[in-house]
């Protein structure tokens, strides 16, 4: 059945939460792991636990977790034999991969090929498209006055959105003719400076939309399933607060349309490993549209784990190494509700500014149905050079009400000094009867924020 | 304990090629540790950079003495591969004794192919020398010691 070698050594190129999830996810394969840190990741949770850990380079991430040659001698060198690049970082990086493979690495995610046409969202959108998967009016304008006939057909408001961008970077909402010509040059500039490539194309935008996403999973033997759905409405600047499976808003019929979106995309590009087709969802029109695939493990995929039983990082890792998915689709099943709060060092007072620090305090809650994926512990030096996420909890419950107050009465009892984090803010958000009813939309959290941090000034 | 009597033998071709002192090596609860001046080596001291937990295969050969007050111990700028010499087979860079300027090329590290020359930064004299050429060192790891000149 198997054609991998006996022993197995990963090379984790990441840090934080994720390090320690496919660490542990190593441990339980029997697969030796070693850890790339920069010098201020010395002493995570993480690094405790790997069989061994190198120090790549500096605190900062360009020369250290972004450096492809740091990575690639350090996975060499110490007899790695797969290379697992978490999220972020290196993850989504055709070339990292192309190296990884030609120093005999099994990178662990899609193919290269797959990751190309996925980090450019125009083209993402055309194969979406052209498999008849539902996307955005919109499309490809390569002159103001091309851009402005375009944003005529679809009406305003629309999005202008760099290609190379993705996850909310590159995005801006404009909602006239005058605001497009004022925003087209510079929108393509700002891309051509942050992404290397200046292509933009519009999209209308849906005003009042849930963040829905698809878990898809492929392996090396033309097996590919989905895991169903996550929710993630709750967002603050595009990122992501509290997320949720299944979307309890979907009719049943989307749903299916929703799932076989998800699939024909993962049938065309042959994908192999995790992925996550996004999409918005049209309340009012009950409509979908893609937005993007992100080609590796999400920060918020322990809710699909919590629904379905299965370990995605195991599924993972072993179809990199060419194992067939332990799971057909008929085999997956969804049963309760899971909903996880992002705990991070941010100050809502000071509208989610990092908040950096020691942990003097950090007693996170334990109980049935919970689970708490960390790299954080007391006396830890939380470090300003990286993103603020501190842990994910996650709720289950066999409904979405019971799930909610589980997951509410165990923030309040999760005792945490010296750091301020967005710990309250998430309890006001679960709390909230909008929330409640399930009737979050991408902007509300925006639009609710001044009132959930309780100032009335906001 | 399992071990690997073929990894064993697999580390002593290896030992028998490279120029060292001492070497440990540590496998959950196996050690293994080699003198070649018969000395039992000391456990690496302040300047070596904290070893992991539960070491899984690795090697480490460093100099058997902390630094002293007077010396500055050069590290390496990013991990790679140190090489003592210019190429193999020539001399190397720098002897222990060996006065060096700021700009005295100490050691080259190599990161896939890309070739780092490491210069001392101070005047002053080679007093220890911390990793083993060809021997993988991690960003920071001490690479030499120098008594600085006052």
Redesign the interface.
Known sequence: MTTRPARQ?VFVANRGEIALRVVEACDRLGF???LGV??AD?DTLA??R?????????PHAI??YLS???V???AV???CTAVHPGYGFLAERPDFARECAAHGLTFVGPSPEALTTLGDKLKARELAESLGVPVSAGGYASTVAEAAGLAARVGYPVLIKAAHGGGGRGMKLVTSDAELAEAWAPASAEAEAAFGDGTVFLERYVTDAKHVEVQILGDRHGNRIHLGERECSVQYRYQKLVEEAPCAALPEATRERLHDSALRIARALDYVGLGTVEFLYDLHRDELNFLEVNPRIQVEHPVTEAVTGVDLVREQLLAALGEPLSVRQEEVRITGHAIEARITAQDPHQRLRPSPGTVKRWRPPVGGGLRFDSHVYEGYEFPPFYDALMGKLVAWSHDRAAAATRLDDALAGFEIGGVTTSRDLLRSIIRHGDFRIGSVTTHWLNDRFGELIGDGNE | MDFDLEELAAIIELLDKADFRHFSFEKGDLRITVSRDGNVPQQPRAATPAAPAQAAPSQRVVADQAPDDDEVVITAPLLGTFYRSPKPGEPPYVEIGDKVAPDTVLCIVEVMKLMNSVPAGVSGEVTKIFAADGELVEYGSPLFAIRTIA
Request: charged share 15%; aromatic share 0%.
């Open positions: 050594r030796e792991t070693v920069s010098s010395r690094a405790r790997a069989g061994r850990v190198v120090v790549l380079g500096g020369g250290s492809i040659p740091a690639l001698h350090a060198a110490t007899g």
